[in-house]
């Protein structure tokens, strides 16, 4: 086989709609083949060895795996106007070089940073190599010292506002081209060249090795290969070496912008699974852009067997990775390897000092660093790191087994050994402590490796910890990492917290009492005396004293991350959003806290700044302000593509799931959020989640009133504010899904809070013009308002779900109370939230999700009365009977037209996710009502006012998509197309007598139609189904059991036709709604999160 192959000239034919994709080209053509016959007997000969060489696959300024990626990048940055180029890497940055290249070749400007990735003291480290080639391209390059990530950089974000300023429009290029909705294309068009020369060559390559750092050239890979398979192409391994020192976060990437490129080019997103990423992390050598001896080794390897030049930053540790596992029979004898060189050789200029370590003996035991330091062998069980340099993830360098290492005798640090029964080494100026952990032995395995630890961050807990309520020192929620020292332990830390406490029962709580007062130690009572107190008393009043047992707080150890909960997700998800994390934190309480106060601001934005604030509390307060991204001008700006909204749920409700392990109070403040979010995806899961907040805030004395105990102002006004927002999640819940409430009405005594106990806390923002009208003072009374109103719906949910039914008339009095109460919470109503005050301020936060929150508790009463009225000897009357009709087509007829009147940035206000229910609820009436009219006018109007309904959500959705129409459009869509059909309209019911004395309803069938009718009907195409069910829905009467809410059965409508010349028989419209377990929020959570 010749020495260069695989140089195809034929066209590369893509599937659609991959090949659909805008691309310029920038390369020669396809990337060359290499035998390495050397190479491969030089490793044992049982494996043959090739190279895809990137290296020299385009003439601009030589090229590299980035100038691939760009092919994708550069339609779009011309297409959208821009006159700048800019994206950010290291000081020896590959990509930003490809960046530059490729701006000259559009006639763009570049503008880069350069931050300082590697800590490498070279004398001409930053003025050869990649940083000299991207000057004399005439690149704008910007030096910072801020270190390596492959996150969002802030220092990006200044660039791009910077440019902006000038005049310039940027276009934004992430780290490494990756994290981008292109990012993944031009290696899976890679994959499809691959298929390609394979056929020319007459060779399969079962397994290919990659570097991995940033993600996408990876990601792409295991997209265009999965697309391929799927078009009759054998599987294949792909094995990425990870060179970044950060797996966890390079795992996570690459699976998110494989799984997004997977959609783009034509895969459904579960196609591509956790499997399918393979990514060993053997070979980084502990930290990115430093190579250990066995990166060398590899480095003179293959310049000396085939002049296979590689570099230190990237291709010499997939080399030596590829090498040791060829070596050690990892790679089956027979396979065919595919390297994939990706370019980079130009760092080797800036590491000139690189040959003293190369001519280093291989048994030298450690090698050389420019700075004449030793280096110990990465992850070596005979040199282990020490614990502050693996929390630190850098690589700690220790020339003398007995003496500190490099970075803690610069910083004064201890210095500790983290292997098991390590001794601690000398330390500078700190006092020697007892090591908190002993690092776990590391398996050798295939996939990633164990994340490195980072601080354990405390939870909020109501018994062990009291929260910070300092003064606030700036509202500015973006971590403040200044002034701070690199070892982790500068952080704030909380004591551990081991207990818990759990509140004992009214009855048992006077016995505790008297208990706790012997228990508790007196004043002249030596210490050593004292007997352990196993309670804690809140409230001494011998009428109604409130005590809690303290209760080990247990969990068992996670096996990832730092084995606090939620840690793993809370670092996937930082990671997606850096670095506008703190912009989301910030968009949080503009959208989404003043109409919604359960949190105490100031105390969350301190403990946020401080990174104090418990994971999982982070990933729900950022993925609770995803739906509100496009509201944001900063996050607008700064990341105009919003991250994927489904993988950070995903991540968040693995959080959460994590925490229930060992919940405390933060955990309630979690689970609120994650009912409130948004899109809501699944009824199961809320359902069970609204089962356990009750439970674990019973069991933390939530429903109990504090206001008289020995608890700070802001605490007691938290556990309030928390109580009434798990109950509004019970209530709401109950009347939208049709289970019961878990919270009975005579099982609390928390008043409604305050305006006082709901401001308390909060921090003023720029643009309030006074307190009386700012939006926290304008949100707290509407949520105050929601409050009372959820009273008003724990009265109604009694007569929904009593099974063993009182007195008919009993109901009907009580019902009509309500009713009143229900008008007089109306007119109580401040004039800014009442619709029907000329002073109504639609803007104002939770002012349209509280009065469609009113016109659903109208349409329940009217709806319970309604099921009243068929079941007493009101039905007997049918003056009686169409009153109660009037009254229902009303209120559902008021939820449509106020879903009319909605518009712009009516739909990005906040609304509760029962709002979705609610749309679904009145649809259904509508279209029953219509069913039921005693005329044709009647009927026509109610199926009219339900196709308005459909047709403005449906627009919504288009326009900007607004996921809280999803379910009417699922459910009720081809129900009305069905009933607006005019021949099916014409079909009367026939009102025969019950008994003599009653007419029919809409549970007997209707007749069938005349045959002019039925052609007429027939040609509409109308969906014909029947089932044994459904006929039983037809003639049966209503239940007496039946619950109302949105899994309402109706009352057997039925009527219609069926295939079959001359057979007629019932036919139910509603026999196919059924709540499934999940609702799709489809075009939603697009990759790129862009709404139109």
């Known amino acids: 086989m010749s020495q260069m192959n695989g140089n195809t000239s034929s066209a590369l034919q893509l599937p659609e709609p991959f090949a659909s994709i805008p691309r310029e080209s920038l390369l020669f053509g396809p990337s060359p083949i290499q035998a390495l016959p050397r190479i491969s007997q030089a490793l044992g000969g049982e494996v043959n060895v090739y190279a895809k060489r990137e290296d020299c696959n385009s003439g601009l300024a030589f090229g590299g795996n980035k100038t691939r990626k760009l092919e994708y990048f550069a339609p779009e940055a011309m297409s959208q106007g821009c006159t700048t180029l800019a994206s950010i890497g290291g000081v020896q940055s590959n990509h930003t070089r490809q960046v530059t290249a490729v701006a000259a070749k559009l006639g763009l400007k570049a503008a880069t940073v350069q931050e300082k990735w590697v800590d490498w003291n070279d004398p001409a480290y930053t003025e050869v190599g990649n940083i000299q080639l991207s000057r004399l391209m005439g690149g704008n390059c910007h030096l ?43 290696f899976a068009r890679w994959a499809f060249e691959v298929e390609q020369q394979e056929k020319e060559l007459g060779v399969f390559f079962d397994t290919i090795i990659v570097c991995a750092v940033t993600g996408s050239t990876m990601a792409g890979m295991v997209a265009g290969f999965k697309l391929a398979q799927k078009h009759g192409s054998k599987p294949r391994k792909i094995i990425g070496i990870d060179a970044s020192a950060k797996v966890q976060q390079t795992f996570d990437q690459v699976l998110r912008i494989a799984k997004a490129t997977g959609v783009k080019i034509g895969l459904e997103e579960g196609d591509i699974t956790e499997e399918d990423i393979i990514l060993d992390d053997r070979y980084h050598a502990g930290c990115y852009g430093i190579p250990d001896k066995q990166t060398v080794d590899a480095i003179k390897f293959g310049a000396s067997t085939e002049a296979f030049i590689t570099d230190p930053v990237y291709e010499g540790k997939s080399l030596a990775g590829m090498m040791d596992m060829i070596r050690n029979k990892e790679i089956p004898a027979g396979s065919n390897v595919l390297y994939a060189h990706l370019g980079g050789q130009l760092a080797l200029n800036a590491y000139s000092s690189i040959i003293r370590i190369m001519a280093t003996p291989p048994d030298g035991g450690q090698g050389q660093t420019p700075d004449g330091q030793g280096s110990r062998p990465y992850r070596s069980h005979r040199y ?56 776990q032995p590391q398996p050798r395995r295939r996939g990633i490796g164990q994340a490195p630890a980072s601080p354990k961050r405390p939870n909020f807990v109501f018994d062990d910890t009291q929260m910070d309520m300092g003064p606030q020192r700036g509202s500015s929620a973006h971590h403040d990492d200044a002034g701070l020292s690199e070892n982790d332990d500068a952080f704030p830390r909380r004591s551990a917290q081991t207990h818990s406490g759990h509140i004992i029962g009214p009855v048992a709580a006077p016995d505790v009492q008297i208990l706790e007062q012997y228990m508790s130690p007196s004043a002249g009572m030596p210490v050593s005396h004292a007997r352990p107190n196993p309670y804690s008393v ?53 959208v989404f806290h003043p109409a919604f106060p359960i949190l105490d601001e100031r105390t969350v934005l301190e403990s946020y700044r401080k990174k104090e604030l418990p994971h999982v509390l982070v990933c729900e307060i950022y993925a609770c302000a995803m739906i509100s991204w496009p509201v944001s001008k900063e996050l607008a700006t700064t990341r105009p593509h919003r991250p994927d909204v489904r993988y950070i749920w995903n991540k968040t409700v693995e959080a959460l799931n994590e925490e229930f392990l060992a919940a405390g109070f933060s955990t309630v403040l979690s689970c609120i959020l994650d009912l409130t979010g948004r899109p809501t995806t699944s009824m199961t899961y809320n359902a069970n989640n609204i089962g356990r907040a009750v439970a674990l805030s019973q069991s933390l004395g939530l429903n109990r009133d504090p206001s008289a105990w020995n608890l700070d102002q802001r605490q007691k006004a938290l556990r309030i504010r928390t109580w009434w927002g798990v109950l509004i999640h019970d209530w709401w819940a109950s009347l939208a899904h049709g289970t019961p409430p878990h919270v009975n009405p005579r099982q609390f005594d928390v008043a ?62 009580s019902l009509k109370r309500i009713e009143a109460s229900l008008e007089d919470w109306e007119d109580s109503l401040p004039r800014s939230l009442n619709m029907k005050s000329l002073e109504f301020q639609r803007d104002q936060p939770g002012a349209l999700n509280l009065y469609l929150s009113f016109l659903a508790i109208k349409m329940c009463i009217c709806r319970v009365l309604l099921l009243e009225s068929v079941k007493s000897d009101d039905y007997s009357n049918p003056e009686t009977f169409r009153y109660v009709q009037l009254q229902c087509r009303r209120a559902s007829q008021g939820i449509v037209d106020f879903t009319l009147s909605l518009r712009g940035n009516d739909l990005h206000a906040f609304w509760m996710p029962y709002t979705a229910y609610h749309f679904t609820s009145a649809a259904i009436l509508l279209l029953r009502c219509g069913l039921e009219a005693a005329n044709a006018d009647t009927a026509s109007e109610c199926i009219s006012g339900a196709q308005s309904l459909v047709d403005h959500l449906r ?26 059909d005019r021949g099916y309209l014409s079909v009367r019911q026939q009102r025969q007598p019950r008994d003599g004395r009653t007419p029919a309803t809409a549970s007997q069938r209707f007749e069938p139609p005349r045959t002019s009718e039925a052609g007429q009907s027939q040609a509409m195409d109308i969906d014909r189904q029947t089932s044994t069910s459904a006929v039983m829905a037809a003639q049966a009467p209503p239940s007496s059991s039946e619950p109302l809410g949105i899994g309402v059965a109706l009352d057997g409508l039925a009527g219609g036709f069926q295939d079959g010349v001359g057979m007629w028989d019932p036919w139910d419209p509603f026999a196919q709604l059924t709540i499934p377990d999940l609702w799709d929020a489809t075009e939603l959570n697009d990759y790129n999160g862009s709404i139109q």
């Open 384 to 439: 282990p790191a020490c614990e502050v340099c693996r929390r630190r993830k850098t690589r700690c360098i220790r020339n003398i087994d007995d003496q500190a290492c490099r970075f803690c005798r610069r910083h004064g640090l201890e210095c500790k050994l983290t292997s098991n029964g390590a001794k601690e080494v000398a330390t500078g100026a700190r006092p020697p402590r007892r090591s908190r952990r002993s690092a």
């Open 752 to 813: 409604v809070p305050d305006l006082a106990a709901l401001l308390i806390g909060s921090v003023a923002v720029e643009g309030d013009s006074s307190r009386i009208s700012s939006p926290r003072t304008m949100g707290a009374q509407s949520f105050r308002a929601l409050c009372q109103l959820t009273e008003i719906l724990g009265n109604i949910l009694p007569f929904i779900y009593d099974i063993k039914r009182n007195n008919g008339e009993v109901q009907a009095r």
């Open 144 to 186: 910072d010292p801020s270190p390596f990530g492959i996150e969002h950089k802030n220092t990006l974000a200044n660039l791009i506002k910077d440019i902006t300023a000038r005049g310039e429009k940027p276009y934004y290029i992430p780290a490494g081209a990756s994290d981008h909705p292109l990012g993944g294309l031009g």
């Open 538 to 590: 809140y409230s001494s009043d011998w009428r109604n004293p409130i005590v809690y047992l303290k209760v080990p707080r247990q969990r068992v150890r996670s096996s990832r991350g730092n084995g606090s909960a939620g840690f793993q997700q809370y670092e996937s998800v930082e990671k997606v959003l850096e670095p506008v994390g703190g912009d989301v934190v910030d968009l949080f309480f503009q």
């Open 955 to 980: 627009k919504a959705k288009a326009e900007a998509q607004w996921d809280l129409g999803d379910t009417c459009l699922s459910q009720c869509d081809r129900m009305i197309q069905q009933l607006s």
